[in-house]
Nanobody, 126 residues
Framework: QLQLVESGGGLVQPGGSLRLACAAS????????IGWFRQAPGKEREGVSCILGSGGRTNYADSVKGRFTISRDNAKNTVYLQMNSLKPEDTAVYYC???????????????????WGQGTQVTVSS
């Protein structure tokens, strides 16, 4: 069974930074797209960013463009989400997810992903 484990969440002040990690096991990233999603209390899960395992093409939600950067380290089988200039509205549980794909672009629609991690809490507050 394919597994994803998120880490790196925590409490940070507005304007601060965090780096989330998504460690994959029992599969390799090369033929999978990895997405980051978040869900705040009382809200639907929304897409944040995604990256293709092959070629590294990325996609971002408008709300995080210029502030968040997704990257991958295939040797470590890990995808990262660097989050800078954090705002209180970024507060949510962040999830990573995976889907096998041969496409040349990834999407950030939650229904498009088959495998999910357990999530890590990010709280932006002074």
């Amino acid at each position: 069974q394919l597994q994803l484990v998120e880490s790196g969440g925590g409490l940070v002040q507005p304007g601060g930074s965090l780096r989330l990690a998504c460690a994959a096991s029992r599969f390799t990233l090369n033929t999978y797209a990895i997405g980051w999603f978040r869900q705040a209390p009382g809200k639907e899960r929304e897409g944040v960013s995604c990256i293709l395992g092959s070629g590294g093409r990325t996609n971002y939600a408008d709300s995080v463009k210029g502030r968040f950067t997704i990257s991958r380290d295939n040797a470590k089988n890990t995808v990262y989400l660097q989050m800078n200039s954090l705002k209180p509205e970024d507060t949510a549980v962040y999830y990573c997810a995976a889907i096998f794909t041969v496409r040349t672009m990834c999407n950030i629609i939650p229904q498009g992903y088959a495998y999910w991690g357990q999530g890590t809490q990010v709280t932006v507050s002074s």
